[in-house]
């Protein structure tokens, strides 16, 4: 009989990931805060992504960005390059698939690494995360941290425990007092308005918690809250992250620091996660007709949205355009939003016949422009070349300015 193994996770976070590649990429931005997202000036633009020297200002993504500049007036301000993210996202998931069959990425910048069973491989988690670390440095410059548990959720918690360039490893057993460890405001998946009612209601430790009844909990804070705070104190064993990895379809999803209200910058979190996704597709060379988004409210509600269309995706309008209308229909307005994802499921290669477009708006030929760029980008790194389409999106959204500026 096959030896059954106790799961093993790693949770890898890219340290402040597009800031992080901005730097790699201009080296005199190294040392200085940098700024993804938005420039000074722009009406409505929000922070992407702070490297570590901004967060040092109390610079933070969803941010708007005058808030940043207010905080921050000598940063470095720059809307990014997702080709190139996507690009240099691809690899490191490629290294990590050198460790195991099982790699399930929630966005562009971290992913769970089911590494059980390959100790007589790679060594112990311990040694297989500083194996992917020295890789990860080797091959791109960029540091990652990991986190090690026996559960999805702990992992989650312990890769942001050290940050940047750590690991920490939660052993087997030990995850409540690890969870019982942590201050109240590193409960992963608590948002700021879930922490003001926990403190109203005079809980404001993770002992607190943890001394409180379920059905008590779910009298304080609702079924989906309360239960969800019984079982993060205990380790959340059965929260899984992601798809089924036997299901062909590619997903992208973010977990906000703060809940999002305001309609804009949730729509911009769509379109920067269906920009990663087309990119993705792109690489892959595949496609799908099948959209869906997932939205996780404030109150740890998740609700979700799928579309199946006659035609397949085309090109990265395309594709957030249909986000946004399946977000139409489905959002709660009255809610903030701690999660968005957005998946192409029962995908298939872009080379596979399909029916001709009966009318044809152009989106055939924006495709086809968009894959010559990815291609060219491909064989080129140097070029950064972006579709007309695209930059009238960014300058109806994030302003008219110039691609980068120094302040």
Same mark, same amino acid.
């Given at each position: 009989?096959?030896?059954?193994?106790?799961? !093993?996770?790693?949770?890898?976070?890219?340290?402040?990931?597009?800031?992080?590649?901005?730097?790699?990429?201009?080296?005199?931005?190294?040392?200085?805060? !940098?700024?993804?997202?938005?420039?000074?000036?722009?009406?409505?633009?929000?922070?992407?992504?702070?490297?570590?020297?901004?967060?040092?200002?109390?610079?933070?993504?969803?941010?708007?960005?005058?808030?940043?500049?207010?905080?921050?007036?000598?940063?470095?301000?720059?809307?990014?390059?997702?080709?190139?993210?996507?690009?240099?996202?691809?690899?490191?998931?490629?290294?990590?698939?050198?460790?195991?069959?099982? !790699? %399930?990425?929630?966005?562009?910048?971290?992913?769970?690494?089911?590494?059980?069973?390959?100790?007589?491989?790679?060594?112990?988690?311990?040694?297989?995360?500083?194996?992917?670390?020295?890789?990860?440095?080797?091959?791109?410059?960029?540091?990652?941290?990991?986190?090690?548990?026996? $559960?999805?959720?702990?992992?989650?918690?312990?890769?942001?425990?050290?940050?940047?360039?750590?690991? $920490?490893?939660?052993?087997?057993?030990?995850?409540?007092?690890?969870?019982?460890?942590?201050?109240?405001?590193?409960?992963?998946?608590?948002? +700021?308005?879930?922490?003001?009612?926990?403190?109203?209601?005079?809980?404001?430790?993770?002992?607190?918690?943890?001394?409180?009844?379920?059905?008590?909990?779910? $009298?304080?804070?609702?079924?989906?809250?309360?239960?969800?705070?019984?079982?993060?104190?205990?380790?959340? &064993?059965?929260?899984?992250?992601?798809?089924?990895?036997?299901?062909?379809?590619?997903?992208?999803?973010?977990?906000?620091?703060?809940?999002?209200?305001?309609?804009?910058?949730?729509?911009?979190?769509?379109?920067?996660?269906?920009?990663?996704?087309?990119?993705?597709?792109?690489?892959?060379?595949?496609?799908?007709?099948? %959209?869906?988004?997932?939205?996780?409210?404030?109150?740890? &509600?998740?609700?979700?949205?799928?579309?199946?269309?006659?035609?397949?995706? $085309?090109?990265?309008?395309?594709?957030?355009?249909?986000?946004?209308?399946?977000?139409?229909?489905?959002?709660?307005?009255?809610?903030?939003?701690?999660?968005?994802?957005?998946?192409?499921?029962?995908?298939?290669? +872009?080379?596979?016949?399909?029916?001709?477009?009966?009318?044809?708006?152009?989106?055939?030929?924006?495709?086809?422009?968009?894959?010559?760029?990815?291609?060219?980008?491909?064989?080129?790194?140097?070029?950064?070349?972006?579709?007309?389409?695209?930059?009238?999106?960014?300058?109806?959204?994030?302003?008219?300015?110039?691609?980068?500026?120094?302040?």
């Amino acid at each position: 009989m096959e030896k059954q193994f106790d799961k !093993v996770y790693l949770h890898v976070d890219l340290d402040a990931f597009f800031a992080s590649v901005e730097q790699l990429d201009h080296p005199e931005y190294r040392g200085k805060p !940098v700024i993804v997202g938005g420039l000074p000036g722009d009406r409505r633009s929000v922070v992407s992504t702070a490297s570590y020297e901004a967060r040092k200002y109390g610079v933070h993504s969803a941010m708007p960005t005058f808030k940043a500049v207010q905080l921050c007036p000598n940063g470095i301000y720059t809307r990014g390059n997702y080709k190139r993210y996507s690009e240099i996202s691809d690899k490191i998931m490629n290294i990590f698939g050198d460790f195991s069959p099982t !790699v %399930i990425q929630i966005s562009i910048d971290e992913a769970f690494i089911d590494i059980t069973g390959t100790e007589h491989i790679f060594g112990t988690p311990l040694e297989t995360a500083k194996k992917i670390k020295e890789r990860v440095r080797k091959e791109t410059g960029l540091t990652v941290s990991v986190g090690i548990a026996y $559960t999805m959720y702990i992992a989650k918690i312990a890769s942001g425990y050290n940050k940047p360039d750590g690991i $920490t490893l939660i052993p087997k057993g030990k995850e409540t007092d690890f969870m019982l460890s942590l201050p109240l405001d590193k409960l992963w998946g608590a948002g +700021s308005k879930t922490l003001e009612r926990m403190k109203a209601c005079g809980i404001t430790t993770t002992k607190d918690i943890y001394k409180t009844s379920q059905p008590l909990l779910v $009298t304080l804070f609702g079924e989906s809250t309360g239960t969800f705070l019984y079982n993060a104190v205990r380790g959340n &064993k059965d929260m899984i992250f992601g798809d089924d990895p036997k299901n062909h379809s590619l997903s992208a999803e973010t977990t906000f620091i703060y809940d999002l209200t305001d309609l804009y910058v949730i729509e911009t979190a769509i379109m920067d996660l269906a920009n990663q996704l087309i990119w993705r597709m792109h690489a892959e060379n595949v496609r799908s007709r099948t %959209i869906s988004i997932k939205i996780r409210y404030e109150d740890f &509600k998740t609700v979700s949205i799928q579309e199946t269309s006659e035609n397949p995706v $085309t090109n990265a309008d395309d594709l957030y355009e249909r986000c946004r209308r399946l977000l139409e229909k489905k959002y709660d307005r009255s809610k903030g939003i701690r999660l968005l994802g957005v998946c192409v499921s029962n995908v298939e290669k +872009s080379s596979e016949p399909t029916q001709g477009f009966l009318f044809d708006f152009g989106d055939a030929k924006k495709a086809k422009v968009e894959q010559a760029i990815f291609n060219m980008e491909n064989k080129n790194p140097a070029l950064k070349l972006r579709k007309a389409r695209l930059i009238d999106i960014e300058r109806r959204n994030l302003g008219t300015k110039n691609d980068e500026t120094k302040n």
